[in-house]
């Protein structure tokens, strides 16, 4: 039974940083693409960042670039985002995603399949 458990989220002042995890558990397999999404009060869920577990290629939404970066740790299965110089449009509900497909990295930001639970992040 594959899951993933985000963790890490708190309300920080504009111009903090934050990190987030993703702890999987139910697969051990790197050909999978994993993927950071966030969803405001009334807006649409919109693609964070993704990173393909096998080599480590990276991709993010223009409006993080240069703020936030997507990591991996392959011994502990965690993917991590480090969130810094946050703004109060950052403040979200923050999920982790996996997609079987490498070609869900890069920016199509679909064919996830399982989800966490989320974790809030709010920014003033």
């Known amino acids: 039974h594959v899951q993933l458990v985000e963790s890490g989220g708190g309300s920080v002042q504009a111009g903090g940083s934050l990190r987030l995890s993703c702890a999987a558990s139910?697969?051990?397999?790197?050909?999978?693409?994993m993927g950071w999404f966030r969803q405001a009060p009334g807006k649409e869920r919109e693609g964070v960042a993704t990173?393909?577990?096998?080599?480590?290629?990276?991709h993010y939404h223009d409006s993080v670039k240069g703020r936030f970066t997507i990591s991996q740790d392959n011994a502990e299965n965690t993917v991590y985002l480090q969130m810094n110089n946050l703004k109060p449009e950052d403040t979200a509900m923050y999920y982790c995603?996996?997609?079987?497909?490498?070609?869900?990295?890069?920016?199509?930001?679909?064919?996830?399949?399982?989800w966490g639970q989320g974790t809030q992040v709010t920014v003033s």
């Open positions: 139910g697969y051990t397999d790197r050909r999978y693409c």
């Open positions: 995603a996996r997609a079987q497909t490498r070609l869900a990295c890069g920016g199509t930001w679909s064919r996830f399949d399982v």
């Open positions: 990173i393909y577990r096998l080599d480590g290629t990276t």
